[in-house]
């Protein structure tokens, strides 16, 4: 499995620049609109939650530019992404959600077949699942928020969220500052949110 904690300093120098390159910044704070859903967590995982996009840093920033791309085709706002080696996670606005489905399914099966074929795996089952939870409410948004970026700390491959080079932890930080940051950790707290489905 990709492990972040175990690579080199260059090697993580190399892998912070592949991320920079394919990040999409906040630019504002969100409008949330809870009468109509359309702020969603799009969660997949690979099958049996094999590391298959963690083989290396480059599939790793494939795979994020990847899904940052159809999202930002169909998405009217990314809020907040995370890949790591066996999962990702992106909260995003949009209303053509059906549609972002078929695509992100579509993705999964040129990216399983291609990374198959990379791997000598022909065969194998890369994909899982992939499935959307509507947010219910503000609180909802930005405890989901907090559970995207706080992901990678939860897996146990950073210490601090804000270290892991495939989510929009640092982007989120640059444009809303450390005390903000922390003011919306505290407020909206994980707690047991997203317990067991990523094990």
Known sequence: MYQWRKMTEADRKLAIELRKARSLPW??????????ARQYLISSSCYEHVPVIGR?????SECEAEV????????????????????YHVLLRTERIKELRGTIGLFHGRSAFEWNRA??????KVWYNCFE????????????LNYVHNNPVHHGYVRRWQ??????ARDFLKEFG???AKEIWLRYPVLDYGKKWDI
């Open 27 to 36: 630019h504002s704070p969100p409008h949330l609109d809870f009468n109509v």
């Open 56 to 60: 290396d840093p480059e599939r790793m």
């Open 68 to 87: 940052l791309r159809l999202c930002a085709n169909l998405c009217s706002r990314v809020y907040a992404w995370c890949v790591l080696p066996n999962h």
């Open 119 to 124: 791997d000598n795996q022909v065969g194998r």
């Open 133 to 144: 939870r509507p947010m219910k409410s503000e609180r909802h948004f930005w405890a989901t």
């Open 163 to 168: 270290d892991w080079p495939w989510s929009s």
């Open 178 to 180: 450390y005390e903000k």
